[in-house]
C-alpha cells in the first residue's frame, strides 16, 4: 500500500495580491449552507455563522471548519477543544442572525429565542437544526488571521425535516429543488 509522506506543501506565492474588495465579489457567487457553530456550556457559551463549513474525510470521519481569529468565539473553541456545528434549516433566519452577532449581541446572548440540547460533552446544539454534528479538535492550523480547524465527528444528531438554508449573494436564499438527481 503507497503511504504519503507527512508533508505540508508550501507554495511560493506571487508577490501581488489580488484585492480584498475583487475577491469578496467572486466569493458572492459561491453558494452554500449556513451552519452555527456552537462552542461551550450554558456558563461558558460563544458561537458563529460559519459557510466555510466543509465535509474533510469519511474514514475516518472529520470536517473542516475556518474561523477569524479575532472573533469572540475563538478563545472559546481554542480553550474548550469542543463544537456542535448545526445545519440550519430555512425558517431558521432569525436564529442565524444572533449568531452573526447583528446588533452586536455576543456570547449567551445569541443562544436566547431557540431550544438547545446539551450533549453528554457539554457542548449544546440546536434541537431543530437538520443535522447537528459534535466534534472535537483534532487539530488547529494558525494561517494569517484565520485558523483551519480539524474536527474529529464524535455524535451526529439527525433531524431531517425543512430544507436547508443557503447563503448567496451576500443574503439568505432557499433550495429552489434538483436540477437533476445525480444517483449517488
Ligand atoms: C454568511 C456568513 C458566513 C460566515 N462564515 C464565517 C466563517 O466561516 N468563519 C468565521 O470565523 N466567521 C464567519 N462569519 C462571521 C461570523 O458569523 C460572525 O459574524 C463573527 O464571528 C462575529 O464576531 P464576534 O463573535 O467577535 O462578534 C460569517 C458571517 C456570515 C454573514
Redesign the pocket.
Known amino acids: 500500500m503507497m503511504t504519503s509522506p507527512n508533508l505540508s506543501v508550501k507554495f511560493k506565492t506571487p508577490s501581488l495580491e489580488v484585492p480584498a474588495q475583487e475577491f469578496r465579489r467572486a466569493m458572492r457567487e459561491l453558494a452554500g449552507s449556513?451552519a452555527v457553530v456552537t462552542v461551550g456550556d450554558e456558563k461558558d457559551r460563544?458561537g458563529?455563522?460559519?459557510?466555510?463549513?466543509a465535509s474533510f474525510s469519511a474514514e475516518p470521519p472529520r470536517l473542516i471548519?475556518?474561523?477569524?481569529r479575532?472573533?469572540?468565539?475563538w478563545e472559546v473553541l481554542s480553550r474548550r477543544g469542543q463544537f456542535g456545528v448545526n445545519l440550519m434549516r430555512e425558517d431558521e433566519v432569525e436564529i442565524a442572525n444572533r449568531?452573526?452577532?447583528i446588533g452586536g449581541i455576543?456570547g449567551n446572548e445569541r443562544y436566547g429565542g431557540a431550544e438547545w440540547i446539551t450533549l453528554p460533552s457539554g457542548t449544546q446544539v440546536l434541537k431543530d437544526a437538520i443535522v447537528s454534528i459534535e466534534c472535537s479538535v483534532e487539530e488547529s492550523l494558525d494561517r494569517h488571521d484565520?485558523a483551519i480547524v480539524l474536527g474529529k465527528v464524535e455524535s451526529i444528531r439527525v433531524c431531517d425535516h425543512g430544507n436547508p438554508l443557503l447563503?448567496y449573494k451576500s443574503g439568505y436564499y432557499h433550495l429552489g429543488g434538483p436540477v437533476e438527481r445525480s444517483g449517488l
Open positions: 449556513v460563544s458563529f455563522v460559519a459557510t466555510s463549513v471548519v475556518c474561523i477569524n479575532a472573533s469572540s468565539s449568531f452573526i452577532g455576543k484565520h447563503w
